[in-house]
């Protein structure tokens, strides 16, 4: 049974910092790629970043240079470092994995991130 179970989300000031996790079970963690979107209230969801089992990272242009992606095959978890957060970061964000042989997607229950004064 596949699950991915995200926490770290909560509410920041603008500028400030969070990092999320997301610690997968019931999968080889370390052969598969790992990626974040996110969902705000009204809007689609969408991409934010993911990271290839070989650790090769892309990034949504909305994010670059503030947001980091980054994993620990040791712990089966993938992390998104958040640095000068911004309100319209605002969103639920959601971990997701696409397994390398059966081509399924999975997702997390989401964790909610708010960005306000």
């Known amino acids: 049974q596949v699950q991915l179970v995200e926490s770290g989300g909560g509410l920041v000031q603008p500028g400030g910092s969070l990092r999320l996790s997301c610690t997968a079970s019931?999968?080889?963690?370390?052969?598969?790629?790992m990626g974040w979107y996110r969902q705000a209230p009204g809007k689609q969801r969408e991409l934010v970043a993911t990271?290839?089992?070989?650790?090769?990272?892309n990034y949504a242009d909305s994010v670059k240079g503030r947001f980091t992606i980054s994993r620990d095959n040791a712990k089966n978890t993938v992390y998104l470092q958040m640095n000068s957060l911004k309100p319209e970061d605002t969103a639920v964000y959601y971990c997701?994995?696409?397994?390398?042989?059966?081509?399924?997607?999975?997702w997390g229950q989401g964790t909610q991130v708010t960005v306000s004064s």
């Open positions: 019931g999968i080889a963690f370390s052969i598969n790629n």
């Open positions: 990271i290839t089992s070989g650790g090769s990272t």
């Open positions: 997701k994995t696409r397994l390398i042989f059966t081509r399924n997607d999975y």
